[in-house]
């Protein structure tokens, strides 16, 4: 398999990330709040509406599990009083990060002994999920999605400051909306050989706190677009 690996521009940090947003002008009526095991029936409702259909959204089961596991992967933004957003991102062991990746498990089998906490640790972060209700109006989606940011990128900035460090910051974009929005963020996109198609992108949005090892040899994989 031919080899191209062509340069890659530098990875934001998270504070970057989130002030990639700032412009939306997220105010503080858009209330950012961590979630538990009572709010799955809210989370899965809109996760459903917005992927199109059960299938394509985590199963009730699965949130249980990760939300037991470890309480702090789901973020959500609440406006009156319902939830207009959340994502969930998940500190995972290299190993298992790539195989979510390749696409050699899916992220809803991903083992429970592979989630991490947000301690003194270095994790490798996947974004397993990010939804904003798409029945608000155009600037009230806007300011939902960057209140949404705005709190992880706090979360991790409270993290960070207590030991925790980030290897990077993966997703797998799977929409034209979900693609653009990591653009925005300055994610760059890889292309994973025999993976990688126009409907399923793999991107890294971060760069790490560390530096580390590459997740794929360079024979697997090449920055650009998938085409």
């Known amino acids: 398999m031919a080899a191209e690996v062509r340069q890659q521009r530098?990875?934001?940090t998270w504070e970057a990330a989130v002030r990639a947003v700032s412009r939306f002008g997220?105010?503080?009526s858009r209330k950012p709040v961590e979630v538990s095991v009572d709010d799955i029936t809210e989370l899965r409702t809109l996760g459903i509406s917005v992927m199109g259909s059960e299938e394509r959204s985590f199963p009730r089961e699965v949130l249980e599990r990760w939300l037991t596991k470890n309480s702090e992967v789901v973020q959500a933004v609440r406006f009156e009083d319902r939830i207009v957003g959340y994502a969930i991102i998940l500190p995972l062991v290299d190993e298992t990060l790539v195989e979510v990746l390749e696409g050699t498990i899916r992220p809803r089998n991903i083992p429970l002994a592979s989630i991490q906490s947000f301690g003194?640790?270095?994790?490798s972060?996947?974004?397993a999920e990010m939804v904003v209700d798409q029945q608000l109006e155009r600037r009230e989606r806007s300011v939902?999605?960057?209140a949404l940011l705005r709190r992880w990128g706090r979360f991790f900035a409270e993290k960070r400051a207590k030991g925790f460090r980030s290897k990077?910051?993966?997703c797998i974009a799977i929409t034209p909306k979900g693609i653009s929005l990591v653009r925005r963020l300055g994610g760059e996109e890889v292309v994973i050989e025999?993976?990688?198609s126009p409907t399923r992108v793999t991107m890294q949005i971060t760069k790490g706190d560390e530096t580390t090892a590459p997740l794929f040899p360079p024979y697997r994989m090449?920055?650009?677009?998938a085409r």
Do not use: F, K, N, T
């Not at 003194?120 to 994790?123: E, G, L, R, T």
């Not at 090449?222 to 677009?225: E, K, L, M, W």
């Open 10 to 12: 530098l990875m934001p």
């Open 222 to 225: 090449r920055a650009g677009g």
């Open 26 to 28: 997220a105010d503080e």
């Open 125 to 127: 972060l996947y974004v």
């Open 194 to 196: 025999g993976v990688s």
């Open 144 to 146: 939902a999605a960057a």
């Open 168 to 170: 990077g910051l993966w």
């Open 120 to 123: 003194p640790i270095a994790s």
